[in-house]
C-alpha cells in the first residue's frame, strides 16, 4: 500500500560533518524516504529537529534544487540576513546556485517536523558562516585542505 | 525569500484528457510551484481538489517515480482494489513501473490540499479503469488510436 507507516521506517542522527560542525545537527533525526519507499528520481526525508537542533549549517548549493514544507511545530529559516518563521503547512524553495545559504533552526521547545526534497549534489555546497567548503566528494576547509 | 506566498501562484483547472474524461478533473486546481520557483530537478505541485473532484484518473507510470503529502481536507487514495483515507500529513509514495493505478478522490464536503512530487515521464502512463493510455507524447485508445 503507498501510504506508508513513517514511524516504521528507521530515524537517524548521523552526519558527515566533520566534528567541529557536527553537534549543531545532533538533534536532527532523518528518516530517507525515498530508499525506503523505492523512490529513486528525487530524494525526499522526513526531519524531526528536536529543541535546539539545526537542519544542516547555513548552506546553499551550486547544483541541487532544494524545496521544504513544514508538517509540525515551528522552525526558524535562517538567510543571508533575514530569519523567517515557518509553521506547518508552510513551504519554501531554494533553487541551485542562488548564493543564499540557508537552514531551519528549531528554537522552540517542542519537536518540529519538514520535509525536504532534492537531489544528489555533485558540485560545490557552499557553507557562509563557518570554515567548511563541500567539493569534490568531501567537506574542506575554505583553504583547501581536507577535514 | 524562499518562504513564498502560494496564494500569489497561479491556480489552473485546465487538463490534458481528452474530452470524454476532462470532467472528473474540472474541481482539480493546479499550481505548478517548479515553474513558479525556478526549481528544475524535480516537479512540484500544490494541488486543491473540490468536493467531488478526482486528482487524475486511476494510473501509474513506467518511468515517474511519485509522491504525495495531504496539507489539509482529506481524500480517498483509490488503489487496485484498496481504498485508504488519507488525512493532513499523510503522505504515499508511487514508484515507477508498479503496476498499482492510484488516484485522489475528495469524497468529502471541504475543499482538501496535497503536495505532489514527480518528474516529467517520458515513457508510458497506464489507466486500468478507462479507454486510455499515454504514450509517446500523447494520449491514445487503447487499440492504439488517437483521441
Redesign the interface.
Known amino acids: 500500500?503507498?501510504?506508508?507507516n513513517?514511524t516504521a521506517i528507521a530515524q537517524t542522527n548521523a552526519t558527515g560533518y566533520p566534528a567541529p560542525h557536527a553537534a549543531a545537527v545532533r538533534g536532527r533525526w532523518v528518516r530517507r524516504?525515498g530508499p525506503a519507499?523505492?523512490?529513486?528520481?528525487?530524494g525526499?526525508s522526513h526531519v524531526t529537529l528536536k529543541p535546539g537542533a539545526a537542519s544542516s549549517h547555513r548552506h546553499w548549493h551550486e547544483d541541487?534544487?532544494e524545496?521544504i514544507?513544514m508538517?509540525?511545530g515551528q522552525a526558524v529559516?535562517m538567510?543571508e540576513g533575514?530569519r523567517?518563521l515557518?509553521r506547518a503547512?508552510?513551504?519554501?524553495?531554494?533553487?541551485?546556485g542562488?548564493p543564499?545559504g540557508?537552514q531551519l533552526l528549531n528554537e522552540s521547545e517542542a519537536d518540529c517536523e519538514f520535509?525536504a526534497?532534492?537531489?544528489v549534489p555533485l558540485g560545490d555546497a557552499h557553507y557562509p558562516d563557518i570554515d567548511l567548503h563541500w567539493s569534490a566528494g568531501c567537506y574542506h576547509h575554505k583553504d583547501g585542505s581536507r577535514y
Chains 1, 2 share one sequence.
Not at 1 to 4: A, C, E, H, I
Not at 89 to 96: L, R, S, T, V
Open positions: 500500500m503507498p501510504r506508508f513513517l524516504l519507499l523505492g523512490l529513486a528520481d528525487f525526499v541541487e534544487d524545496f514544507v508538517l509540525a529559516l538567510e533575514c523567517t515557518m503547512g508552510d513551504m519554501a524553495a531554494f533553487p541551485k542562488e543564499n540557508h520535509l526534497f532534492g537531489r
